[in-house]
Structures are given as C-alpha cells and as structure tokens.
C-alpha cells in the first residue's frame, strides 16, 4: 500500500469530479478500459470524486464523451506538479531540496530505544549497558549491528532466555523475555511452621508433620501460626524442630463493589465531520485549514502519522490530522432489572480473577443498593481454601 502511494505520488496525480446521471455506467466503462481510479467518494447522487493518474486522466475523455458526463480536474497533487512550482520559484526549490535531505539525514541515526517484554529487569539497566556498548541516542544506524547488540544483552544480563532487536524507522526497537524463575522453595530439612498468609475462620487442620495449634471455628489472622514445627518435650532440654507439612482449610470472603449510572447522557453522532490537517515539526506546528470548529458538541480524534510513514512514529516531521464529529446530547435511563443482572455479572468476574484454583465456593450473596442516580451492586462470596503458607524458623542467635 505505501509502495503505491509513493509510485503514484512520483508519476503524479489528479483529483476529478465527474458529474451526470450515468455515473455507473462510467465507472464501469473506465474499468473496462484498464483506467484505475481510487479514493473513490460520493458527493452527491449525481457527482462522484476520484482520484486517477495523470495518464489516466487523459484517457478518461473518451469515456466521459460516451456516458454523457462531465468530468473537471479539482486539485493536482504529486511530484511532477510540485517541479513546475519549483521552477517558478528557484529559492522554494532549493529549500525543498535542502529540506529533503535533511529527512533522509535525519532518518540515519538512532532518536529512540524502546524496551518490552521486562518486569523485572529495568529500563534503565538495559539503557545503561547499552551506553556502556556504545548504542545510544543520536547515533547513526549503519553503524549498529543488532546481532551483536543482542549477543551482547544475553551475555550480560543471565535472567534472560529471549532478546530480539530491530530497527522500525529511527527506533530501536528491543524485546525480551525474562526467565520464569519458579517460586523459592523450603528445603525439607529447614525447620519452619506453617502460617495464615490471610484472615479466615478455620474449618480444619490437616497436620502431616508438626503440630496443629488451632481449632474448627476459630478466627485467625494473617501471620498467625497454624501448624507449629516447635514440638515440646518434657523429656527433652530442648525443643524439636521440625519441617511443618500440612494444610489449614478455611472460611474466607471475596467481595466486589460495581456502580453504575440509572440515568445517562449520551453523545449520539450526527454523521457531521470538520477535519482539520497539521503538519508539525518537533512541537511546532502549521494548519493548513481553517481551525473554526462548526460544531457546538463534537467528538475530538486526533490521528498522527509520520510524515514519510517507513521512518516510524520517532520521525521529527509529523502530519497531524484532527477529526470533529458533531455529537447531540440524549438522557438514557437504563431498565433497573437489567442493570443488576449485568453489574452482577461484572461483579463476580472480577473475584473470579482472584479466586484460587483450588477454593470451593461454598455461598453467593449479592446486596443492591440504589442511591440517588446510581446503582451499586456488592456480590459476596464465600469459598474454602487452604490459606497456609510456610515461614522458616529461625534460631534466636540468627
């Protein structure tokens, strides 16, 4: 598609409006005859826009004469067109030329680094062994061999399994992908107990080694111990200690709070659309439009490209466009009953995504609560898990 646009930007182009009542039929003629035409656009039931070739154009005469249209040239575009301006006027010329080069100059170096896929490895330690390798900001890409970039970063930083490394315009784009360390482990020897790593209300101790210290129906709270591994003796000067194996099922509550609005104001699109073009050089920029909006409520899009799209999103010269949509203001009210099956529904994914794989949901309750102009769900649910965790003991020495 971009190899398109460029090829017909240098052939050069024009932009036609054709008028009468046979526009089908020279539609069809002109594809008959290998005339391509494209960008085309409606305006009205009898007039068509279209942009076409300056050789097609040519062409189209003969189609135009046969349909009984009437077919005139809106606007030139393209290469050929901006020499002839150029000619006219030497000192535009040159600055078109200088300006030119300075694009394709500036397009040679590096002007960002962007680093993804880490989570725990910063962006600051790659950015700083980069600096270290001599790859920063500014410098020209030919000299920058991603290879060895990439060799390099696995080689220094050992929590990596994957780097890729490339160029997209004047960004160096590099992604890596961390090792999935697994979770420290106690060692079987290693004395430790077994703690609530959350409040519940017990429902059972399952003490495979060591010693249960709570009982059915006691409240506990995060940290407390459940299974000791300290096993005391009378027979013995000094306590036993152990490596705590075990499970401690309890009660434990998930809750999530959803609100919403009975009554909404809505922005319903007119299908009116004022577009605006900037084009902007660094935090500069020209309008190359009149920047009176027609609009009392719109809708604001802002889209912004490159101004030659392969050199990426970092290229210094952007061409902005600003879409306004005429937007009318409605009042919705919302069916209650609907509205609560719904934030019910929202309600319970969301605990759904902190539940544990192995908690059984025992009880749902589900609290409405109307307030104002606004709907509050709160969704309860009670489940069983095992909330223990294992915590070393260490010697009071330690």
Same mark, same amino acid.
């Given at each position: 598609?971009?190899?398109?646009?460029?090829?017909?930007?240098?052939?050069?182009?024009?932009?036609?409006?054709?008028?009468?009542?046979?526009?089908?039929?020279?539609?069809?003629?002109?594809?008959?005859?290998?005339?391509?035409?494209?960008? &085309?656009?409606?305006?009205?039931?009898?007039?068509?826009?279209?942009?076409?070739? &300056?050789?097609?154009?040519?062409?189209?005469?003969?189609?135009?004469?046969?349909?009984?249209?009437?077919?005139?040239?809106?606007?030139?575009?393209?290469?050929?067109?901006?020499?002839?301006?150029?000619?006219?006027?030497?000192?535009? $010329?040159?600055?078109?030329? &200088?300006?030119? $080069?300075?694009?394709?100059?500036?397009?040679?170096?590096?002007?960002?680094?962007?680093?993804?896929?880490?989570?725990?490895?910063?962006?600051?330690?790659?950015?700083?062994?980069?600096?270290?390798?001599?790859?920063?900001? $500014?410098?020209?890409?030919?000299?920058?061999?991603?290879?060895?970039?990439?060799?390099?970063?696995?080689?220094?930083?050992?929590?990596?399994?994957?780097?890729?490394?490339?160029?997209?315009?004047?960004?160096?784009?590099?992604?890596?992908?961390?090792?999935?360390?697994?979770?420290?482990?106690?060692?079987?020897?290693?004395?430790?107990?077994?703690?609530?790593?959350?409040?519940?209300?017990?429902?059972?101790? &399952?003490?495979?080694?060591?010693?249960?210290?709570?009982?059915?129906?006691?409240?506990?709270?995060?940290?407390?111990?459940?299974?000791?591994?300290?096993?005391?003796?009378?027979?013995?000067?000094?306590?036993?200690?152990? #490596?705590?194996?075990?499970?401690?099922?309890?009660?434990?509550?998930?809750? #999530?709070?959803?609100?919403?609005?009975?009554?909404?104001?809505?922005?319903?699109?007119?299908?009116?659309?004022?577009?605006?073009?900037?084009?902007?050089?660094?935090?500069?920029?020209?309008?190359?439009?009149?920047?009176?909006?027609?609009?009392?409520?719109?809708?604001?899009?802002?889209?912004?490209?490159?101004?030659?799209?392969?050199? $990426?999103?970092?290229?210094?010269?952007?061409?902005?466009?600003?879409?306004?949509?005429?937007?009318?203001?409605?009042?919705?009210? #919302?069916?209650?009953?609907?509205?609560?099956?719904?934030?019910?529904?929202?309600?319970?994914?969301?605990?759904?995504?902190?539940?544990?794989?192995?908690?059984?949901?025992?009880?749902?309750?589900?609290?409405?609560?109307?307030?104002?102009?606004?709907?509050?769900?709160?969704?309860?649910?009670?489940?069983?898990?095992?909330?223990?965790?294992?915590?070393?003991?260490?010697?009071?020495?330690?």
């Amino acid at each position: 598609m971009l190899a398109i646009k460029i090829w017909n930007y240098f052939r050069g182009y024009v932009i036609i409006r054709v008028e009468g009542l046979t526009l089908e039929k020279f539609l069809n003629l002109a594809t008959n005859k290998d005339i391509y035409l494209w960008d &085309i656009e409606r305006i009205e039931y009898t007039v068509i826009e279209a942009k076409v070739s &300056i050789k097609g154009f040519k062409s189209l005469r003969k189609v135009v004469r046969k349909v009984g249209c009437r077919a005139y040239i809106v606007e030139k575009r393209g290469f050929p067109f901006l020499l002839e301006k150029l000619r006219k006027r030497k000192m535009l $010329g040159l600055g078109f030329i &200088i300006f030119i $080069g300075m694009i394709f100059f500036l397009t040679s170096f590096i002007w960002n680094i962007e680093i993804s896929g880490n989570e725990k490895i910063k962006d600051e330690e790659i950015i700083n062994f980069l600096e270290e390798i001599d790859v920063t900001k $500014g410098r020209f890409k030919h000299k920058v061999d991603v290879d060895e970039i990439k060799s390099n970063i696995l080689d220094n930083f050992q929590r990596l399994s994957f780097v890729s490394v490339e160029f997209e315009g004047t960004k160096l784009l590099i992604e890596v992908k961390e090792q999935d360390l697994p979770p420290k482990k106690i060692d079987k020897d290693t004395p430790c107990n077994i703690v609530a790593k959350k409040k519940g209300v017990i429902e059972k101790v &399952i003490a495979k080694n060591g010693k249960g210290i709570v009982s059915e129906g006691e409240v506990v709270k995060k940290g407390q111990i459940l299974i000791t591994g300290v096993i005391e003796d009378e027979l013995l000067e000094n306590n036993i200690l152990v #490596h705590s194996e075990g499970e401690a099922l309890a009660r434990t509550r998930y809750s #999530h709070k959803k609100e919403e609005l009975i009554e909404k104001t809505i922005k319903e699109e007119t299908g009116n659309i004022y577009t605006i073009k900037e084009i902007k050089f660094g935090k500069k920029g020209i309008k190359l439009s009149k920047t009176d909006i027609p609009f009392k409520e719109y809708i604001e899009e802002v889209n912004e490209e490159p101004f030659i799209e392969k050199f $990426g999103d970092d290229f210094p010269v952007k061409v902005v466009t600003y879409k306004y949509i005429e937007v009318e203001k409605k009042k919705v009210k #919302h069916n209650i009953d609907s509205l609560k099956k719904s934030t019910q529904v929202l309600a319970v994914q969301e605990i759904n995504k902190k539940l544990p794989k192995d908690a059984k949901i025992i009880s749902k309750d589900v609290i409405y609560l109307e307030e104002e102009n606004k709907l509050i769900t709160e969704v309860i649910i009670e489940v069983i898990e095992d909330i223990g965790e294992k915590q070393i003991i260490y010697n009071k020495e330690d």
